[in-house]
């Protein structure tokens, strides 16, 4: 595989995903040799999010400044990353290159069927400064027949050589004996207070992100006691490798939006997913097009309790309303069960391994 130059395009619509996604992407492709750029509207996630050392190998560019300085590598790649509509002038010096770049837009994760469809898809482009260029629709996702997911090598010898107590040491986080730990990275959630509820009364620590999950949090805690059992620790922003190990070490994690919820499966965690919400109510059939598959393998009445929590946080179905308690099926044998899917996932071919197999068609 000969390395090659990348330019990856990145608005951050809001909060942290897009973001971490495209850095995800980048570090992975720069580790393997490649020369990236990426072009970012708002690089102050990266501040807390990326290791050190990796902001030397990849580099990152700031939007606004993309029309003036952006060449366009003949042979190169340009990612533009969900959608985010490049520049005029940016696909103005694509189609001048010659070769031109291959023009790949990376879309949202979905586990809904019309992402098999869909991922390869090309868009000849007629008019505008891209004419003469074709765009490529690459689709992340679960199955043997998309663009699969974000997995750097090594990643899960790490996690599994993980020492929990040495490094939740090195965060200052203490946990009590036989306490059990659980991570909170959610939006606004009315379903807090029956969250807490339904954790009481077994010994827990809650490991609070900042954000709304702290700030909601730490409302309750001045408003009220905490219910039996649970007491808070809030954290700062982690970089994404310690987020990761985060995730390993905790019984249960609620994760959010998309890559938060990609690295709680690879964490092999029982899990929460607070999906963003989107206004048309889209979200409700990609919640249940995830948990029809990641659950498929559990017994009924297990994924029936897993369902049933999944869409109460969620706001949806019978959960969604205020007296319905939320209730959290046994940990233990949850346990195996989310190692199972992970070890499905792992059989797919990781999504930057598909990209560099996509230059080769
Ligand atoms: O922040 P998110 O909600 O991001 C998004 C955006 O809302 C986006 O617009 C939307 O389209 C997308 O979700 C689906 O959740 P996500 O995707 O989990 O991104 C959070 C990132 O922040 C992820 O890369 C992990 C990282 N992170 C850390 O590295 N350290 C931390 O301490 C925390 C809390 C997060």
Known sequence: MDLRDWDVFCRVIDNYGDAGVCWRLCRDLARRG?????????????????????????????????????????SGIVIEAFGCELPDAVKARMAAASPAPLWINLEYLSAESYVERSHGLRSPQWQGPAAGLEKFFFYPGFTRRTGGLLRERGLIETLEASDRDHWLGQ???????????????????????????????????????????????????????????LRVQHLPFLTQDNFDQLLRACDLNLVRGEDSFVRAQWAARPFVWHIYPQEDGAHDAKLQAFMDKAFAGMETRQSAGWQALWRGWNGLGPGADASTPLLLPPLPAAEAAFRDWRSGLLTQVDLVTQLLGFLER
């Open 34 to 74: 490649h020369r990236v750029r990426l072009w970012i509207d708002d690089a102050r996630p990266l501040h807390w999010m990326a290791e050190p050392d990796d902001l030397d190998i990849v580099r990152v560019m700031a939007w606004s400044d993309a029309p003036p300085r952006f060449e366009a590598h003949p």
């Open 171 to 229: 965060q200052g986080i203490t946990r009590q004996a036989d306490e059990r730990l659980v991570s909170l990275f959610c939006y606004d959630n009315p379903a807090l207070p029956r969250l807490l509820q339904c954790l009481a009364g077994t010994p827990t620590l809650i490991l609070a992100c900042p954000g709304p999950a702290s700030r909601m949090l730490s409302a309750l805690q001045t408003a009220t006691a905490m219910p039996p059992g």
